[in-house]
């Protein structure tokens, strides 16, 4: 099911300007959105917003179909452990769905499923607050998609991970979007190709959106929010202005099929 | 002599005593700026902070000229701010030195000021400015504490770009006036960006000490240290292999590699055999910690809390010295098998002694009944006895209610009173939101032990709290910490409600089934025992 919020306003304090200042945003069934920005910009209380977490002064969050019920938000938060409350993995992500009132048997299936599609076999009694890191984060987002979710926000799932745990994990987002709609909030620019869509927000408005080959392939768009680009793309445009790299020609999606261009012979070489 | 030395530092941490830091050898010389780098867990923040004192040292020295000298400014410092204005938080080092207060601040408006805060920033409070002020302030909070030599612990971390960049000027600019600086960082840009040496961590011990070009500009010699170079750097390697060009250069910064690039493109004749893209390194996993749950997280919660019911109600029965103490005794065992981590047990020690003391005087000064004859000059032990009584007392229930809190998960404990105390519901009592407030105010317990320590050891890190100081200055240290505390509990019941919201929990929803206890049958024995020692000890 798709998400659609339409001007949401936050507002902290009566008295203080609006942290989201009437954002639109659409996420559509098995897409996988970045939603990057500048520090302040208001991307983890849109993140809370979706989930329902903190009042909206206005705007709505609905399905976009009418007579259709909600979307329900998951959310994974930033810190890893301290989203977890249970004592052991099975536990972990049980909880949402005993919560939902779902029978004992159903429990036990949801929890077989997704102790063995997130690869914690062999951790299930395990209690959560002895993983590492990344296996934390791979236990969060078990117990949300456990909740039997329509979208998941994940807030910087990455940011207190180290490089390696932190690549891992983001190689297992896509498999987490399936037919879900997935909004991925990210400060590291290497993410954002792995995306199909890019949502930029600044100031509390949503600025710029669009698929991620148009986000990569102006340089200058990324420039005006102060914004990295992806690896990928920072190499393509210092090579295209030393006159190595072809213009006109996009932007390979990630490093490795930019250096399997850049391998093959009589490729992209003047 | 050098700045800082180290020599075969070994620095143990958590309960299992593991060496976090294994026979370190370093030599930090004046004017340095070292990065240090290494996987998670492999010990370079635990060598950062004994490099500033602030952990104990297993074995091994850290000496030189300033290892007096030596702060550091903590992971998300931005969580252990003190003051409630920024000008405040950076003064508070020199007037905490004893300078006067017009000094200080004149000094930390200079502080500030190099490190890019105008002076409106000044006057606000530190958690009201955008993360990357928050940082800068936080360095000068720790530069205003006569830092000599300067360790930043993940100092970029969370930052965006324009932050970022801002720090890494700030950083130069220190480092080009003279200062001492050991970074400890994830980012190979970072490091190759601003090091002049690197340090590479590995299970505890120093697995490269030297250039930085040297790893970071070599993909290949970076995964055997368990780390990953530049993303650019990988590129340049691998199309120069491609290629069969042997680099005459090895830039280890992104954007240097991508020069390099160019010219490779430009210069290399495109003839050569196309390859295969080689695979990606694979990156083995950690190895887990050991799996094995302590005994309390094998059993049932509402045991849990009969068991702490009932050694509550053993410790204020217990009407004679003898049975407190074996009381006492059996308590401590449990908290030993429940492998508290040792802190916890020292944080939440220090309230236990303050009560002890507060307890023996008031039963000096009204008797508890037994006359307090000191003209005769009777010994105190016979009135003292029962002040010890009353201090063994509060201690046993500090222990319990603590080994209770660390041993038991929010939920469970909710589960648990919910369960215990589900006939109240037939006289209308709100049990589910009653049971919910009481296990997360417990559950809160070793949270805001875990936060205690962190701000204590951000007050050592910025030189506001000298181990040799006298009692009162130290009680001072720790009443300061009274607001950035609260601060720190509303924050984390607030992550805790919010990771209870997302998963749909409600309180007043229908209890979670039986969890069969599952225990080896020694500490079953153990268990048994304990709870039979408690009954013995009541009719002692």
């Known amino acids: 099911m798709p998400l659609r919020a339409a001007g949401l306003v936050v507002r902290h304090h009566p008295s203080h300007p609006p942290v989201l200042a009437g954002v639109d945003l659409e996420i559509g069934a098995g897409e996988l959105v970045a939603i990057i920005g500048p520090n302040g910009s208001g991307k983890s209380t849109l993140a809370r917003a979706l989930a329902g977490l903190v009042p909206l002064e206005a705007g709505i969050v609905d399905s976009g179909v009418a007579g259709?019920?909600?979307?329900?938000?998951?959310?994974?938060?930033?810190?890893?452990?301290?989203?977890?409350?249970?004592?052991?993995?099975?536990?972990?992500?049980?909880?949402?769905?005993?919560?939902?009132?779902?029978?004992?048997?159903?429990?036990?299936?949801?929890?077989?499923?997704?102790?063995?599609?997130?690869?914690?076999?062999?951790?299930?009694?395990?209690?959560?607050?002895?993983?590492?890191?990344?296996?934390?984060?791979?236990v969060a987002v078990a117990a949300i998609e456990a909740c039997d979710v329509?979208?998941?926000?994940?807030?910087?799932p990455t940011a207190l991970l180290d490089p390696a745990a932190s690549s891992r994990f983001a190689d297992g987002v896509r498999a987490i979007a399936g037919d879900r709609g997935v909004a991925w909030i990210t400060q590291d620019p290497d993410e954002v190709e792995r995306c199909d869509r890019v949502v930029v927000l600044d100031a509390g408005v949503v600025v710029w959106s669009g698929p991620v080959a148009e986000y990569v392939a102006d340089p200058a768009?990324?420039?005006?929010?102060?914004?990295?680009?992806?690896?990928?793309?920072?190499?393509?445009?210092?090579?295209?202005?030393?006159?190595?790299?072809?213009?006109?020609?996009?932007?390979?999606?990630?490093?490795?099929?930019l250096a399997a261009v850049l391998t093959q012979p009589g490729s992209a070489n003047g | 002599m050098a700045e800082l030395v180290a020599q075969?530092?070994?620095?143990?941490?958590?309960?299992?005593?593991?060496?976090?830091?294994?026979?370190?050898?370093?030599?930090?010389?004046r004017g340095e700026l070292i990065a240090i780098m290494g996987a998670t867990g492999s010990g370079k923040s635990t060598l950062a902070l004994a490099l500033a004192g602030l952990v104990p040292i297993g074995a091994g020295t850290v000496c030189g000229t300033a290892v007096s000298r030596a702060r550091l400014v903590l992971q998300?410092?931005?969580?252990?701010?003190?003051?409630?204005?920024?000008?405040?938080e950076v003064a508070l080092a020199a007037i905490a030195r004893g300078e006067p207060v017009s000094i200080a601040q004149r000094h930390a408006r200079g502080w500030l000021a190099t490190l890019g805060i105008d002076d409106d920033a000044m006057q606000r409070d530190p958690l009201a400015l955008s993360g990357g002020e928050q940082r800068r302030v936080a360095v000068a909070a720790t530069l205003s504490a006569d830092a000599q030599v300067l360790l930043l612990d993940e100092p970029s971390a969370g930052l965006d770009r324009e932050s970022r960049a801002r720090l890494h000027e700030v950083l130069g600019s220190l480092h080009a006036a003279g200062r001492t600086i050991i970074l400890v960082t994830h980012d190979p840009d970072e490091a190759a960006l601003l090091a002049t040496r690197l340090v590479v961590m590995r299970a505890g011990r120093v697995a490269?000490?030297?250039?930085?070009?040297?790893?970071?500009?070599?993909?290949?010699?970076?995964?055997?240290?368990?780390?990953?170079?530049?993303?650019?750097v990988e590129l340049l390697r691998e199309v120069a292999n491609a290629r069969g060009v042997a680099l005459a250069q090895t830039p280890a910064t992104g954007a240097a590699a991508i020069e390099a690039l160019a010219d490779l493109l430009r210069a290399s004749v495109s003839t050569v055999a196309p390859t295969v893209v080689p695979a990606g390194a694979e990156v083995a996993t950690q190895p887990t910690p050991s799996e094995r749950a302590p005994l309390p997280a094998l059993v049932d919660a509402r045991v849990r809390i009969i068991a702490a019911a009932i050694a509550t109600g053993a410790v204020f029965a217990s009407s004679t010295l003898l049975a407190c103490a074996i009381v006492l005794?059996?308590?401590?065992?449990?908290?030993?098998?429940?492998?508290?981590?040792?802190?916890?047990?020292?944080?939440?020690?220090?309230?236990?002694l303050v009560l002890a003391v507060l307890l023996v005087a008031l039963q000096l000064a009204f008797g508890g009944g037994s006359s307090v004859d000191l003209r005769a000059g009777v010994p105190a032990t016979w009135t003292a006895a029962p002040a010890l009584l009353r201090a063994m007392q509060a201690s046993g229930v500090v222990l319990v209610s603590l080994a209770l809190a660390s041993s038991t998960t929010t939920l469970d404990l909710a589960t648990g009173v919910r369960r215990l105390f589900s006939p109240l519901r037939l006289?209308?009592?709100?049990?589910?939101?009653?049971?919910?407030?009481?296990?997360?105010?417990?559950?809160?317990?070793?949270?805001?032990?875990?936060?205690?320590?962190?701000?204590?050891?951000?007050?050592?890190?910025?030189?506001?709290?000298?181990?040799?100081?006298?009692?009162?200055?130290?009680?001072?240290?720790?009443?300061?910490?009274?607001?950035?505390?609260?601060?720190?509990?509303?924050?984390?019941?607030?992550?805790?409600?919010?990771?209870?919201?997302?998963?749909?929990?409600d309180p007043r929803a229908a209890v979670r089934p039986w969890r069969p206890m599952v225990a080896p049958s020694l500490d079953l024995l153990a268990l048994a025992g304990g709870i039979g020692l408690l009954f013995v000890a009541r009719f002692v």
């Open chain 1, 221 to 257: 768009l990324a420039a005006t929010w102060k914004l990295d680009l992806p690896a990928t793309a920072r190499v393509v445009h210092s090579l295209m202005q030393s006159g190595v790299w072809p213009r006109g020609v996009p932007v390979p999606g990630s490093c490795r099929e």
């Open chain 2, 76 to 88: 998300r410092p931005e969580s252990t701010f003190l003051a409630e204005r920024v000008l405040d």
């Open chain 2, 427 to 505: 006289v209308s009592v709100p049990i589910g939101t009653l049971a919910f407030v009481v296990a997360t105010g417990l559950g809160l317990v070793p949270a805001m032990a875990d936060e205690f320590e962190r701000l204590r050891l951000a007050q050592r890190a910025r030189g506001l709290r000298d181990p040799r100081a006298n009692l009162a200055s130290r009680v001072r240290a720790d009443t300061s910490l009274a607001a950035p505390l609260f601060v720190a509990a509303f924050r984390r019941a607030h992550l805790m409600a919010d990771a209870l919201a997302v998963r749909g929990v």
């Open chain 2, 208 to 232: 490269w000490d030297g250039g930085v070009e040297p790893v970071l500009g070599d993909p290949q010699r970076a995964a055997t240290l368990g780390l990953r170079t530049a993303p650019e």
């Open chain 1, 150 to 156: 329509d979208v998941i926000v994940l807030d910087e």
């Open chain 1, 68 to 138: 259709a019920r909600p979307p329900r938000v998951g959310l994974v938060l930033q810190d890893p452990a301290a989203q977890l409350l249970a004592a052991t993995v099975a536990d972990e992500i049980a909880l949402g769905p005993q919560s939902a009132g779902r029978t004992a048997r159903a429990v036990a299936g949801i929890v077989d499923r997704a102790v063995r599609i997130n690869d914690l076999d062999s951790r299930w009694q395990s209690d959560p607050g002895r993983l590492s890191g990344g296996q934390q984060q791979r």
């Open chain 2, 329 to 352: 005794a059996c308590i401590v065992a449990i908290v030993l098998r429940a492998r508290i981590d040792p802190v916890r047990l020292r944080v939440s020690i220090r309230p236990l």
């Open chain 2, 8 to 29: 075969q530092l070994i620095v143990e941490r958590g309960v299992d005593r593991t060496r976090a830091v294994d026979g370190v050898d370093l030599v930090v010389e």
